[in-house]
């Protein structure tokens, strides 16, 4: 299916990173929810065992997917689009150093989240350089950001 029929989606975190506390995964997830359903009637519920939609986990090389991860840098996370079993799921590469802050160390959590989470939801990467959906990494302060307006008519045009 190209997007979720129930616009309530809930969503597991699998597997966390030594690199943050669980406190900030869990706050970096939920602000990079959050940049989704401000933009589209979408609502966003934690469960911590049952199932759910949107499963997000760290993981390394071969992980039981078709997508093994290629260590330091280059591939950083992966999503699957809405679907049953791994669809929407989200995939982060552990061999990243995973950020809360700005840090030309490592990479930003949350905005490599929402990015990622826009594929779960049904979106492919865009040409607008200033879009998140755009293909290359850039740094977001997940506490000032607002979604850009191709992304915005994006998430609309599947949910709005
Ligand atoms: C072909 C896929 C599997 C590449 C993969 C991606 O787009 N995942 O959604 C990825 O990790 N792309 C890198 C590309 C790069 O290293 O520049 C990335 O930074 N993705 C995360 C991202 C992209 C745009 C904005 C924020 C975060
Ligand atoms: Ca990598
Ligand atoms: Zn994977
Ligand atoms: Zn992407």
């Known amino acids: 299916q190209i997007k979720w029929k129930n616009h309530t989606i809930t969503y597991r975190i ?14 970096s997830f939920r602000l990079a929810l959050k940049i989704w359903s401000d933009a589209a009637p979408l609502k966003f519920i934690k469960v911590n065992h049952d199932k759910a939609d949107i499963i997000l986990s760290f993981a390394k090389k071969t992980h039981g997917d078709f997508f093994p991860f290629d260590g330091p840098k280059g591939v950083l996370a992966h999503a699957f689009a809405p679907g049953e079993d791994m669809g929407g ?6 061999d990243e150093i995973w950020t809360m802050g700005h840090s030309k160390l490592g990479y930003n959590l949350f905005t490599v989240a929402a990015h990622e989470l826009g594929h779960s939801l049904g979106l492919s990467h865009s040409k607008d350089p200033s879009s998140l959906m755009y293909p290359n990494y850039n740094y977001y302060n997940g506490a000032q950001y607002t979604l850009p307006r191709d992304d915005a008519l994006g998430i609309q045009a599947l949910y709005g």
């Open 89 to 94: 799921d989200v995939h982060f590469d552990e």
């Open 14 to 27: 699998d597997q966390y990173t030594p690199d943050l506390t669980q406190e900030e995964v869990d706050t």
